[in-house]
């Protein structure tokens, strides 16, 4: 076969497995089809398939194909960051600032401490931190994955949990917006390269002037014509912060963070969201799952794997209490939020991705966030849907 073939092979196998997983097992309720979808790209991925069928997965996923796929998801990953910036909503954490900034640091600072001493125990054992890695971007790089909250994630969980547009899931999401900032913010200084300081200082001084000017030109164009100029700052901005040294899914953020959701038709972007997960994610999840590794064996994986769970987990719940305490909430209120925002998925495995292409972390504490990440997300459904359904008049509460 050539090269076409068995790449239109792949993309069959990627689309078909975790649809026929997700709807013949009906597990949305556990786990939605991107959850589904994550957890096939490690089920297909060298450790799992590459091990029991080798000379299939070699002949599936050669080099080539490889390349091609990574294409692919390079560019569904790069929409799917523009889209989380774009929906960032800071006017509404301003206007209600001292429970935003009291409950979103609590929710990140606290599953960030509990992280990075789980990071630390990790160091005491070899094959965990990558070789250009300096000991505190590694700890500060794995305690800011058990921070993490998955904003678009977050986004279709409360949608299913009919919330969304309910005051309290509009609560949920300034917190998260929050979040997100100081998630890319921490990245950001992660990645910082002192022999790059001049190049990164260059690009973020270019980046400002550029974006006052786009402001200006977005504000006199009709909104189709908007969407297209989107993509074109999307392209321009992500070259400029990957040639920077701070890595082009940054880019992709700062080019969203940059814009205005009011510019579109909030309905469209609800749709462009859906068909970017729908036509372009999955192969971002494949590629993803092609990453993972076992070499430190699998017992070892798996145990980081369950004690960064539960240092994101009782971190996140543990910081959210203790803002519904100083906010006085009522009973069973932190419950429900801290469950909510502890949702990973693709915005923590989009994090750990940067963090192994950069070689802070190995393959094997990528595999170990990843298995965290999609048990922390297939937990919050099951978890807040009980809550909720015995907590009618929390939905209404608007702070």
């Known amino acids: 076969m050539n090269t076409t073939e068995i790449f239109l092979i792949a993309m069959a196998i990627i689309f078909t497995v975790p649809y026929l997983i997700w709807r013949l097992g009906r597990t949305d309720y556990y786990a939605p089809l991107v959850v589904v979808q994550i957890i096939t790209g490690i089920l297909l991925g060298p450790g799992i398939l590459g091990r029991a069928f080798p000379e299939y997965y070699q002949f599936v996923f050669n080099p080539t194909v490889i390349q091609s796929l990574n294409g692919i998801a390079w560019w569904a990953v790069m929409l799917f960051v ?41 160091l005491m054992s070899d094959g965990w931190m990558g070789p250009k890695a300096l ?20 986004i279709l969980l409360m949608e299913k949990l009919d919330v969304l547009r309910q005051p309290i899931g509009q609560r949920i999401l300034r917190y998260a917006s929050l979040d997100d900032i100081a998630i890319w913010g921490v990245l950001a200084l992660i990645l910082m390269d002192w022999e790059r300081i001049g190049r990164q200082g260059s690009f973020l001084v270019a980046f400002v002037i550029a974006a006052w000017l786009f402001h200006r030109l977005m504000q006199r164009l009709a909104e189709a014509d908007r969407w297209y100029v989107a993509l ?35 309905a469209k ?13 999955p192969v971002f999840f494949l590629s993803t799952g092609l990453r993972t590794n076992w070499n430190v064996g699998g017992a070892a994986v798996f145990i980081a794997a369950a004690m960064l769970l539960v240092a994101s987990v009782s971190g996140k719940l543990l910081g959210v209490r203790i803002a519904g305490k100083v906010l006085k909430w009522a009973p069973g209120e932190a419950s429900v939020i801290g469950w909510l925002l502890q949702t990973k998925a693709l915005i923590m495995i989009i994090f750990a991705n940067i963090l192994l292409d950069k070689q802070i972390i190995t393959s094997e504490t990528f595999t170990a966030l990843l298995l965290m990440a999609v048990a922390s997300t297939m937990l919050t459904v099951p978890m807040v849907a009980p809550k909720l359904a015995g907590l009618k008049s929390l939905i209404q509460r608007s702070a």
Do not use: N, Y
Request: aromatic share 10%; glycine share 10%; charged share 15%.
């Open 82 to 122: 523009m889209i989380a910036g774009v929906e960032l909503d800071l006017r509404k954490a301003w206007e209600h600032r001292r429970e935003s900034g009291i409950t979103a640091g609590l929710a990140l600072g606290t599953p960030l401490l509990f992280g990075c001493a789980a990071a630390a125990l990790m």
């Open 135 to 154: 000991s505190w971007q590694f700890v500060v790089g794995v305690g800011m994955a058990c921070a993490v909250t998955a904003l678009p994630i977050l």
């Open 232 to 266: 074109i700052w999307l392209a321009v901005v992500s070259f400029g912060a990957d040639w920077a040294g701070l890595h082009f899914m940054v880019g992709a953020f700062l080019a969203g963070a940059s814009m205005e959701a009011d510019w579109f038709d909030q």
């Open 269 to 281: 972007m609800d749709q462009l969201r859906h068909h970017v997960l729908l036509v372009v994610m």
